[in-house]
């Protein structure tokens, strides 16, 4: 099943992300449409809307919103995650790239929804073209009247400003987001109190994803039925799909919420199957943190319920495709090295345990297990696992418990054999992967 | 050893182990980069000045390369902290320098999408090419070969950043020409991002 794509639908055409174009194309109606309305009654739209938060947990935007503490003297905030730093995930990129004023539009909404003036954009360091491409957008905005002061005559003032971070996949946790925004060390903080009571200063905020704003002043424009009837129940609107790996054609590709996983990888209009002609081994299908589906589970609607009931998460939608050719064990060890590196160091085991996670897993990859060390990996992962402040120690753990429950065969033939039995020719040579 | 600008792992270092930077040359900005932090400081709220460190520590990094002891201290001037909140941030954000690096660092996506598309090899490649381990500066100072996580493009992998640009779809078998393009030409050498096509074309 496709469906044509709305948040992307000119992103292929120059100079999409001017303002100029943006007008052309019933750019900020939706806020203008906002403006007219008393804000709970947006809240409520997206509320009916059923919008869930394209972040990777899937939670209801509208009920975030009406979370944020309302009787306060203190100040509101928006702050917009656009660390996009889950392996895998690519689609918030394009979107501010090239679909800049939609999310600033969303800000707008979203700030004058839960009696916000500021909306702060958490753009993670390397997107430093992405940040270029944002801030000239906000100019034209703002010399339009579309952000600052008394937005079109409203009498509402909004303003957008871009956070640029400088390196940490933590900073993409909402708490630590906020740590880092106050200009610290981005690390998770205690929940309750939630953001939406005492977020960014202290003061109620409301931490939403790129994609989950840039649908708002969609659903504010068309009307909360329009967007339900684009998806199954509860999973409604439209949904970006990033797809990498051992793909024909990898991509953002924006779709319903009915198309299959399976169409996802192999359809003609999305990735086209596996490269080279090799066969498919498995998909991780929400960034790097989600277990496995193998190629006979992806028969199911790529929704947040539908993976989910496929024994795996939607997550942040990043679709990562393996073919036949990939080690499991040296899979989990690439994934590991991530969680080790990016591991914030709050929670002791998280910090520890991704360590010997990883200097296990290497030691298994090298030839130089043994069979105790997979029970050693279960032992250390099930320590991490709901154990930590965060989702991350979760997410680190979930690689190994993954690939232990599928691929527990390939762990044993590393540690029978003394060495890795599937070296792929694109992976480093031998002896420099041992000096490493 | 995996790379850490802050913390080689493996030699003993530990996370909350601490390193006090090289305090360097007196340090103050340009009156530009002065005018930009001026600018920056009023975005936040005056009663969270904080909030500015670590744009305060970007325009650091682009003034002279990295950030020394005596720039921490100037920052924390600016913002009104003390210079150990400012050492706090930069020791934990990878993107911060402590020390000097080439004029071109090579930042090679490592994480799984890139590593499936031959990233590994490319590092490789890499590294034989410019004559020194990733992690390292070469000895002209005109290289420094990193490898870091998943960049936020791995449909186009494997990905490499130089400084603040882009390099996509970089083969390894590419990765020599590359090396001498970017001593030739600088980062025009680049593809840039694949969706900046307007901006590349120059307007
Ligand atoms: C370790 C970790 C990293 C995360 N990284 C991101 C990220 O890069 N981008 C993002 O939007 N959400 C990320 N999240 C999810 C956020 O915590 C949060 O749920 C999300 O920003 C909420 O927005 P949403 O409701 O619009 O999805 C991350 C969560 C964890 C635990
Ligand atoms: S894995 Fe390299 S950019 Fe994502």
Redesign the pocket.
């Known amino acids: 099943m496709t469906m044509q794509p709305i948040l992307t639908q000119h992103v292929r055409e120059p100079n999409s992300f001017t303002l100029d174009f943006y007008l052309r194309h019933q750019g900020y109606e939706g806020l203008k449409k906002a403006l007219a309305l008393p804000p709970n009654d947006i809240i409520e739209m997206v509320k009916q809307s059923g919008l869930?938060?394209?972040?990777?947990?899937?939670?209801p935007?509208g009920m975030?919103w009406q979370f944020v503490l309302k009787d306060t003297p203190k100040p509101k905030y928006i702050a917009c995650?656009?660390?996009?730093?889950?392996p895998g995930?690519f689609k918030?990129h394009v979107l501010m790239e090239r679909n800049p004023h939609l999310l600033i539009e969303g800000c707008a909404i979203a700030c004058y929804a839960i009696g916000a003036k500021v909306a702060y954009i958490y753009i993670?360091g390397e997107f430093y073209h992405v940040q270029l491409a944002l801030e000239r957008a906000l100019d034209e905005a703002y010399a339009a009247g579309w952000l600052g002061k008394n937005i079109q005559g409203s009498g509402f003032d909004c303003d957008v400003y871009v956070h640029r971070g400088a390196g940490a996949?933590?900073a993409?946790?909402?708490t630590?987001?906020l740590e880092s925004l106050e200009g610290k060390r981005a690390q998770p903080r205690i929940k309750p109190p939630f953001p939406a009571v005492a977020g960014l200063y202290g003061c109620p905020t409301a931490?939403?994803?790129?994609?989950?704003?840039c649908n708002v002043p969609l659903i504010v424009k068309n009307g909360a039925e329009w967007f339900t009837a684009l998806g199954p129940e509860k999973n409604g609107g439209p949904k970006l799909y990033c797809i990498s790996g051992h793909v024909a054609r990898p991509g953002v590709y924006e779709t319903s919420m009915s198309t299959t996983m399976k169409d996802l990888v192999f359809g003609a209009d999305f990735a086209q199957g596996m490269a080279n002609g090799r066969r498919l081994k498995a998909v991780i299908p929400g960034g790097s943190?989600v277990p496995i589906l193998l190629p006979d589970q992806l028969d199911v609607p790529a929704s947040f319920d539908g993976i989910q009931k496929a024994g795996s998460l939607l997550g942040?939608a990043g679709a990562i495709v393996m073919d036949d050719t990939t080690c499991m064990v040296w899979l989990a060890e690439n994934l590991l090295h991530f969680y080790q590196h990016e591991s914030c160091g709050k929670c002791t085991p998280c910090r520890e345990g991704t360590d010997w996670l990883l200097k296990i897993l290497r030691r298994i990859e090298r030839g130089e297990g043994e069979m105790r060390d997979l029970d050693l990996l279960q032992s250390v992962a099930d320590n991490i696992n709901g154990k930590t402040l965060?989702?991350?120690g979760d997410?680190a753990a979930t690689p190994v418990l993954t690939t232990l429950k599928h691929f527990r065969h390939e762990f044993e033939a590393h540690v029978r054999e003394g060495g890795c039995p599937l070296h792929a020719g694109w992976r480093r040579r031998g002896t420099a992967a041992a000096a490493h | 050893m995996s790379f850490h600008p802050k913390m080689p792992y493996g030699t003993g270092w530990h996370r909350s182990e601490r390193k006090l930077a090289e305090l360097g040359p007196e340090f103050a900005y340009t009156p530009e980069n002065q005018a930009r932090f001026d600018a920056i400081v009023k975005r936040y709220p005056p009663e969270h000045r904080r909030s500015a460190i670590l744009p305060a520590l970007h325009l650091v990094q682009a003034q002279q390369g990295y950030i020394t002891g005596h720039a921490m201290t100037f920052v924390a001037g600016q913002i009104g902290c003390t210079p150990a909140d400012v050492e706090d941030v930069v020791s934990y954000y990878t993107m911060f320098f402590t020390q000097p690096v080439g004029t071109y660092v090579l930042y090679v996506c490592r994480t799984l999408s890139c590593a499936l598309c031959g990233a590994e090899r490319l590092t490789e490649a890499l590294e034989e090419k410019l004559g020194i381990r990733a992690g390292q500066t070469d000895a002209t100072g005109t290289f420094t070969l990193l490898e870091v996580e998943c960049l936020g493009a791995c449909d186009r992998a494997p990905v490499v950043m130089v400084n603040d640009e882009w390099h996509e779809c970089a083969r390894p078998e590419d990765a020599a020409a590359l090396v001498d393009a970017l001593r030739e030409r600088g980062t025009a050498a680049l593809t840039g991002c694949h969706l900046c096509v307007e901006r590349r074309n120059g307007q």
């Open positions: 869930r938060g394209r972040g990777g947990a899937g939670f935007t975030k995650n656009a660390d996009e730093s889950e995930t918030d993670r996949y933590e993409g946790e909402e630590a987001l931490v939403n994803n790129v994609e989950t704003l943190s942040s965060c989702a991350f997410a």
